[in-house]
Structure formats: C-alpha cells, structure tokens
Nanobody
C-alpha cells in the first residue's frame, strides 16, 4: 500500500505565493512519478502538474503554465508545487497522487491519492 500526504495549503491574497508539499511512503516508495490535481466547488477535478521519476521532466496544465513549478526531492520521496501569481480562480482543494500508468494528464492514471489540502486565494 502507498500513503500520500499533502501539506502547505492555506489562505493567500491574489498575487501571492504558496508552496505545497506531498510525501509518499509505503511499498516500492523509492520510485514514484507523481502529480497534482485540483478541484474547485462545483467543478471537475483537473490536472495541474506532474513530474516524472526518472528524468524529473515536468508537465503542466494550461491554466498554471508559467505560474506554477513542480519539483521533487527523490531522497525524501517528496514532491513540491510552488504556486506564484495566485489568482482567485486557483482556489480549490489540491490533491497529490501517485501515477500508476497511462497519460500523466488523466485522473485514472493515478492509483493512490492524498486527502487534499485547501488553497484559498482572496481577491
């Protein structure tokens, strides 16, 4: 089994920054490709970013490209999401997940999920 725990959410004013962290542990914990998704009230969960295990190549959703940066510390099995120039429309619950196969952009490609962390951006 794999455990995923997010942290770092909170309340921030528009234009501000936050950094989310995600730690994965459990069986075969040494090699995870991981991703971030978010879900705003009344909306579907959407892809935010992912980072491959092997080469550390980042992938981003269109709405966050240029503002968010995903990175990872393999020694700690931890992934970070640096969010800059935050907008009110970035308000959502942010979920971290472990990729288990398929396209990085699809929810179904991730088999283990954290509980989520709330990010609220005030205008």
């Amino acid at each position: 089994q794999v455990q995923v725990v997010e942290s770092g959410g909170g309340l921030v004013q528009a234009g501000g920054s936050l950094r989310l962290s995600c730690a994965a542990s459990g069986r075969t914990a040494s090699s995870y490709t991981m991703g971030w998704f978010r879900q705003a009230p009344g909306k579907e969960r959407e892809f935010v970013a992912a980072i491959s295990w092997t080469a550390g190549v980042p992938y981003y959703g269109d709405s966050v490209t240029g503002r968010f940066t995903i990175s990872r510390d393999n020694a700690k099995n931890t992934v970070y999401l640096q969010m800059n120039s935050l907008k009110p429309e970035d308000t959502a619950v942010y979920y971290c997940a472990v990729w288990t196969g398929g396209s990085y952009y699809y929810i179904k490609s991730y088999g283990y999920w954290g509980q989520g962390t709330q990010v609220t951006v005030s205008s």
